[in-house]
């Protein structure tokens, strides 16, 4: 390891505050952009091939809900136990 190596705590923990608050912005976008798609599936596709397609597309992006928070939990987490793995594998640093 580099003896000149400096890990900003605070910076760390900012960014993975940032991360789960991006992602739950995201999500909650996510969840409006299926509103307005499911709107218009039932008001202005309700037949023909692209309603069908429409339909399919809804479904691929309703599998997306949820993975954008969790894994920017998982961000959250991550940054959270990095700074306690550096810890414990040098802790004459601290």
Do not use: H, W
Request: charged share 30%; with cysteine.
């Amino acid at each position: 390891m580099d003896p000149n190596l400096i890990i900003d705590d605070e910076y760390i923990f900012a960014v993975g505050d940032d991360c789960k608050r991006r992602g739950i912005k995201l999500e909650e976008a996510l969840e409006q952009y299926l509103e307005i798609l499911k709107e218009i599936q039932t008001e202005a596709l309700v037949e023909g091939n692209v309603a069908e397609a429409l339909v399919a597309f809804i479904g691929c992006v309703e599998l997306l809900k949820g993975q954008l928070e969790d894994i920017s939990k998982t961000m959250y987490n991550r940054s959270y136990s990095f700074i306690q793995d550096v810890n414990d594998a040098d802790q004459y640093l601290f």
